[in-house]
């Protein structure tokens, strides 16, 4: 028993030891990697509102992401782009939802992904979310 405890220790201590060489070489950047699966198709690959699927929506323009401090007085809109990439609660301000609601998504995944283990599946949610936004504040024009 204490032998499988130890292996899985240093598996463990192994893993976050790789992941922090990996971060710290900055090859991984999950905020664009988010936002290349979850977002590009509609808002384009540089956010600006021409991506692919562009022509099949139903309000047939995509908002351009690099603008939303430009449009908020130069301060990035956080509160109101967190709920709307969550879009679990409905926000009236926000007008009709054509983009998916990926709080519900990363839910799900959530429970996938950790279904053999205890999880805080918010947290989780909170991560994803809070990552993206780190890339669209990146992408913001100047």
């Not at 967190?82 to 009236?92: C, I, L, N, S, T």
């Not at 992904?113 to 991560?127: G, K, L």
Request: charged content about 20%.
């Amino acid at each position: 028993m204490k032998h499988s405890v130890m292996k899985a220790v240093v598996a463990g201590v192994s893993l976050l030891c790789a992941t922090g060489m990996v971060m710290a070489q900055g090859k991984v950047d999950f905020g664009k990697r988010e936002y290349d699966s979850n977002c590009a198709g509609c808002h384009g690959i540089k956010g600006k509102g021409d991506g692919p699927y562009n022509p099949f929506l139903t309000s047939k323009t995509s908002s351009d992401l690099t603008t939303l401090s430009k449009k908020n007085q130069g301060v990035f809109p956080y509160q109101r782009v967190y709920e709307v990439v969550d879009g679990r609660q409905a926000v009236a301000a926000h007008g009709p939802r054509d983009m998916p609601i990926w709080g519900a998504d990363y839910l799900v995944q959530a429970g996938a992904y950790y279904a053999d283990m205890p999880y805080d599946p918010e947290m989780y949610v909170r991560t994803r979310i809070m990552a993206l936004l780190d890339y669209l504040v990146r992408i913001q024009a100047k």
